[in-house]
């Protein structure tokens, strides 16, 4: 893959005088890579989403995806947004379709597509489904096959499984794991757990209290697949301190020569 580059440079952004969101955050995301950000409530990770998905214009600096500009541009990237927004009067497979019709894919031939899919999202046999009758973890699901269905090159996650509970959301980490090593997209995750980001991740980044920017970029060198009983091993132990550690405010930590970064 060589599609699917991520870069912003200088990137700030306030809601007004004295509110400002986002300090100077610089970052690139290579193609094919899974990051994610975690950092403290309010820092600005949703915001940055926003702008790359071309919802938010930002106050100052650059946001592109393979060199093209997405400030204010949306539909460059597929944007999974943090609450799931469903139209109740269609069914889940009508509901998955929704941005490939946007996207101007015609109607036979999106649900064609779609229904090849429930499958491997674990929504078969609730394409007829309303949207009230699913589960939790199936509306998520669900609203995750429709941002796989927006076929761009870069998937931009915020907080895609905020809500569930804890062991719901444990196996569908696992799950989205799974999926994502058969599709290889640039992903960018927003997330408040800290394991799911390891799990998950090949990078992740740490962002300051608001004004947000970046003071930690940890890699995550854990051989995938990563299953859950993983987070009691030494070396990820040992991985989710450092991110803890940048998260309390921690002299920044950079990508050194040890086994855990390499």
């Known amino acids: 893959m060589n599609?699917?580059?991520?870069?912003?440079?200088?990137?700030?952004?306030s809601f007004g005088a004295g509110?400002?969101?986002?300090?100077?955050?610089?970052?690139?995301?290579?193609?094919?890579?899974?990051?994610?950000?975690v950092g403290p409530s309010g820092c600005g990770k949703s915001t940055l989403l926003r702008v790359l998905a071309g919802v938010l214009?930002?106050?100052?600096?650059?946001?592109?995806?393979?060199?093209?500009?997405?400030?204010?541009?949306?539909?460059?990237?597929?944007?999974?947004?943090?609450?799931?927004?469903?139209?109740?009067?269609?069914?889940?497979?009508?509901?998955?379709?929704?941005?490939?019709?946007?996207?101007?894919?015609d109607r036979s031939e999106a649900r064609a597509r779609?229904?090849?899919?429930?499958d491997r999202f674990g929504l078969a046999g609730f394409e007829e489904a309303w949207p009230h009758e699913l589960s939790g973890g199936m509306r998520q699901r669900l609203a995750l096959l429709r941002t796989f269905l927006?076929?761009?090159?870069?998937?931009?996650?915020?907080?895609?499984f905020g809500a569930l509970d804890?062991?719901?959301?444990?196996?569908?980490?696992?799950?989205?794991?799974?999926?994502?090593a058969a599709d290889r997209r640039t992903a960018l995750l927003v997330t408040h757990d800290v394991e799911e980001a390891l799990l998950?991740?090949?990078?992740?980044?740490?962002?300051?209290?608001?004004p947000g920017t970046i003071v930690a970029s940890i890699p995550v060198d854990l051989d995938r697949p990563r299953p859950a009983e993983l987070v009691t091993d030494p070396a990820f132990v040992a991985l989710r301190a450092r991110v803890m550690h940048a998260l309390r405010g921690g002299h920044p930590?950079?990508?050194d020569r040890s086994p855990l970064a390499h």
């Open 3 to 13: 599609a699917g580059r991520i870069a912003v440079a200088a990137l700030a952004h």
């Open 19 to 37: 509110r400002p969101a986002l300090g100077a955050v610089d970052l690139t995301v290579e193609p094919g890579a899974f990051v994610s950000i």
């Open 57 to 105: 214009t930002p106050s100052s600096g650059h946001a592109t995806i393979d060199d093209r500009d997405v400030r204010g541009r949306p539909g460059v990237a597929a944007y999974r947004a943090q609450k799931g927004l469903w139209l109740p009067w269609r069914r889940a497979l009508d509901n998955a379709i929704l941005g490939s019709e946007l996207d101007g894919v």
């Open 114 to 118: 779609a229904s090849a899919w429930f």
């Open 150 to 160: 927006f076929r761009r090159d870069v998937l931009l996650l915020d907080e895609p």
């Open 166 to 180: 804890a062991i719901t959301r444990q196996d569908m980490v696992t799950w989205l794991a799974e999926v994502w």
């Open 200 to 210: 998950l991740s090949d990078r992740v980044e740490v962002m300051s209290a608001r």
């Open 253 to 255: 930590v950079q990508p």
